[in-house]
Nanobody, 126 residues
Framework: VQLQASGGGLVQAGGSLRLSCAAS????????VGWFRRAPGKEREFIAG????????TYADSVRGRFTISRDNAKTMVYLEMNSLKPEDTAVYFC????????????????????WGQGTLVTVSS
């Protein structure tokens, strides 16, 4: 399966963006999907995950309450709604699919994910 993230851009602090992750070329609906980001000079960071059905989500403390992950299996899409953006949210954002199907609770462990897509840059100005 191939994943492609899109929707990044430049936004002022306090603003909102909606990222999309489009899947193609394989079975998508049975796999959890995670959103990650890498800020300049920092390690890759897990920020949100959603299980195969959309019934369970996991968030990093840094984004909980501001970001919302969702999915539409019929459209093979996963979304990340980002509100109350801060300059420290500036990063390249990636989506990836879990290696293991039918995981009930999405894992925060980056090595559990595969099928990384190209990232999309989010820049939050102060």
């Amino acid at each position: 399966v191939q994943l492609q993230a899109s929707g990044g851009g430049l936004v002022q602090a306090g603003g909102s963006l909606r990222l999309s992750c489009a899947a193609s070329g394989g079975t998508f609906s049975g796999y959890a999907v995670g959103w990650f980001r890498r800020a300049p000079g920092k390690e890759r960071e897990f920020i949100a995950g959603i299980n195969w059905s959309g019934g369970s989500t996991t968030y990093a403390d840094s984004v909980r309450g501001r970001f919302t992950i969702s999915r539409d299996n019929a459209k093979t899409m996963v979304y990340l709604e980002m509100n109350s953006l801060k300059p420290e949210d500036t990063a390249v954002y990636f989506c990836a699919a879990d290696r293991i199907p039918w995981r009930t609770i999405p894992t925060m462990t980056g090595s559990a994910y595969d099928y990384w897509g190209q990232g999309t840059l989010v820049t939050v100005s102060s």
